[in-house]
């Protein structure tokens, strides 16, 4: 009787995760996976067959085309070269910049420290202000330019590193540090050689925040890069979808979004284990 | 860094005779409430503090040549964040009150005019409304959601990690390419409307060119977005719950429903905070996902304070476009202190 109770509870277990599967399926169906059918779809159809965006397969396939029309008009390697040779050193000095940072912050008690710490913290709340910050660029010669974007990029993103990174770092006993320290290490060989690796899973959480804001940043690239030759890829994106002067062209707009999500798609499928156990293990909140 | 590098004279509490200040760079007394974890960190800091001691001889001078490389560490990020987001907020708040426009080379002092001026030709209030609605909205769904997304992939079980990978998807995504798909299933022929006239044959509506429905829908794309996000801060929140807190609440006989209630989502009351405050704030900002569906129509009913800066801007009305700035400013400042209350009561906790 009671190895009948056992298959029976656990024939039951398995159709409750069944249930569970359908009932989640249905939601993700047009949360996620519909969207994304309707985007590829008519990414793939012609002008005319697209201008009714609808879920049907395409009549006829114009795939080549559309495309190509991304790559040749919406210069979509010019932004892709933009985004990574902007997005990539901004991060990459975010990171750099910021846990060197947040080590002095955590172990300084000096008030100076203290104040600059809390207002570097307060940068990840309080939005920007973009007027006088053109404004400084244009003085600083760096107006339009990728440097001057990349370095306003930097500055206003360093608050969030600092703050995981200086959170992390005070929960530390510095015996560690003090112990290499004493062995005769200089300063920045405990930066590198203590610091950085025990800081390693907050950068890694701090890392995914930043490549998903500063990869599709738009508002700033709106404002600071207005050239066509520096266009960003979201930049680009907007772009080459206003400037349709005969309605909106979903077929080639959808395609540039395609083309625009791929880089990040494809970091996302190989990494995304580890992309969501950073943020759900990581210390993105207290 | 100590206090006698910058000029000012020591705070009382580094006024103590050397002699008698434990030769560590912290002195007991010293040490913030955050610095110390835990019980045992202080007891191992004793050892460190003789250890320390018996190899420099205790001089104040040394002490801040010692910590000075605090400084160097910290110029980087001093200097980068000062320019570029310290400099401008601080000087954003002055051009709030200047004529400066690109019609004249002189640049004066209006006072209140830029405001005034704003509210008498109809674009204060109403983006500052259409702004905060849309924040609001965004908010909701990002944390409905989100929250949602998270109870239900609570166990983290193959199907669970599967439904939240998919889930996170439209994170990835920038907030142009989410309105742009958006967008299109909208349109008055679009997929929506041919899955409502499944049910209501002959249904047929413009969604984005009605005022109402398409502040609704600018929302509630951008809350679409990301929510994939705010999930995963609610899936470590929840993660965060000791399995015991939840095993005593089984015991004493609480339904699922109650131990929600009851027992988790005030345990999750700290990533909530999070949540609430950084989507509302974040959602202040929002230009992309607008400017993707709407571009701020149909007539300005979906210009948001950003969007109608970005046409001052555009129109070479610096003075006015600060303005509108400052007033972003401000309904963030109004929002964010709750989160700064949460900051220190974080603070307390390490």
Redesign the interface.
Known sequence: VSTATATHRRERIRVA?VV??VI?SVV?L???????W??LV?SFKTQGAAS????AWPAHLNILQNYAAVINQGAFFTGLANSALMAIPAIFFVLF??S??A???????????KF?YY???L?M?????????V??LINLELNGTRIGYV??I???R??VV?FLST?FI??L???LE?AAL?DGAS?WQV?WHVILPMLRPVLFTAAILLV?SV??D??YA??LLPGQSQAT??LN??RF??TSTTGVA?NL??AD?VL??LP??IV?LVL??R??GG????S??? | ???RT?GRPP?LAERVPSHKTPAHE?PAH???A??V?SLT?PE??TT?IQ??GR?TPQRRPGKSRR?L???W??I???I??????????V??IA?AFLQWTSYSTTITWAGLSNFVDAYRLGFLVHPIIITVLFAIMSMLMQNIAGLGFAK??QTGGR?D?F???????????????AG???A??L?P???VN??VSAVIPGFSFDWLGNPATALIAVALVDG?KWSG?AT??Y???L?RIPSTVIQAAKLDGAGAWQRFWQVELPLLI??LT??L??TL?GS??A??VV??MT?GGPGNATTVL?AQ??LQ?SGGL?GS??AL?LV??IL??IT?VP??G??R??EV??
């Not at chain 1, 943020?279 to 990581?282: D, K, V």
């Not at chain 2, 939240?164 to 439209?170: E, I, N, Q």
């Open positions: 995760g569970r599967y989640l993700a047009p949360w996620v996976v519909l969207p994304l309707l985007l008519n009714v965006p609808s879920l910049f910021g060197m940072a080590w002095s912050y955590a172990r300084s008690t000096s008030r100076t420290m600059a207002a570097t913290s940068s709340i309080l939005p920007a202000a973009i007027i006088p910050t404004y400084i370095l306003t930097i500055g206003t360093l608050g600092i959170g005070a929960t006993p510095a015996s003090e004493i300063k930066y998903i990869w599709n738009f508002f709106l404002f890829l979201p994106l907007y979808a206003t979903w707009v959808f979004v625009t999500g990040l798609l996302y995304q284990k992309v969501l943020l759900t293990e990581g993105v909140t207290g | 860094m100590s206090s910058t705070a912290t010293e040490v913030p955050h610095e974890p960190v191992q800091r460190e250890l320390h190899r910590n490389y605090r400084l560490f910290a980087p990020s001093i980068l964040v000062g320019v570029f987001f310290g400099a401008p907020f000087a954003n051009f239900a992939l199907t990690r439904f939240r990978s998919l889930f996170f998807v439209p994170v990835l995504f920038s907030p142009l390419a742009y798909i958006w299109a299933a349109q022929h679009g997929a041919t899955f679409w996000l995963m801060v899936v470590a929140g993660n700290p990533s999070f949540n405050v950084v704030v202040f900002s230009i992309d400017f993707a571009n950003n800066l970005y801007y610096f476009a600060s700035g972003i400013t963030v400042v964010a989160l700064i949460w900051l009561r974080r906790e390490m």
